[in-house]
C-alpha cells in the first residue's frame, strides 16, 4: 500500500523557516521523481516544487524559487522542503506527490503551514 506522510508543518512568523518531510512507503522511492504542492483555503492546489528521481534536477515555483529547498534521501525515502523567509501567503496545506501516472491520485494527508504574527 502506497504511502506518502506529511510532517514538519506549523506556526511561524514571517521571516522564519520550517522544514517540510515526507516519508513514502509502498513503492521504489528511488526511482521516481517527486514534487511538493499546496492548497491555500479557498484556492486550488498549486505546484510548488519537484525533484527528479536521483536528486540532481530540481524546479520551483516563481513564488518560492530563492526561498525554498527541495532535497531528497533515497536511502531514508524521504523528501523534504526547507523554508526559508516565509512569508504569510505561503499558508497552505502542503502535501508531497510521486510524479508517475500510476501514483497520480494518491495523496498524504498534507501538513498545515501557517504563516502570521
Known amino acids: 500500500q502506497v504511502q506518502f506522510v506529511e510532517s514538519g508543518g506549523g506556526l511561524v512568523q514571517p521571516g522564519g523557516s520550517l522544514r517540510l518531510s515526507c516519508a513514502v512507503s509502498?513503492?521504489?522511492?528511488?526511482?521516481?521523481?517527486m514534487g511538493w504542492y499546496r492548497q491555500a483555503p479557498g484556492k486550488q492546489r498549486e505546484f510548488v516544487a519537484t525533484?527528479?528521481?536521483?536528486?540532481?534536477?530540481?524546479n520551483y515555483a516563481d513564488s518560492v524559487k530563492g526561498r525554498f529547498t527541495i532535497s531528497r534521501d533515497n536511502t531514508k525515502n524521504t523528501m523534504y522542503l526547507q523554508m526559508n523567509n516565509l512569508k504569510p501567503e505561503d499558508t497552505a496545506v502542503y502535501y508531497c506527490?510521486?510524479?508517475?501516472?500510476?501514483?497520480?491520485?494518491?495523496w498524504g494527508q498534507g501538513t498545515q503551514v501557517t504563516v502570521s504574527s
Open positions: 525533484i527528479s528521481s536521483s536528486g540532481s534536477i530540481t
Open positions: 506527490k510521486a510524479l508517475h501516472p500510476t501514483w497520480s491520485n494518491y
Open positions: 509502498g513503492l521504489i522511492f528511488s526511482g521516481y521523481s
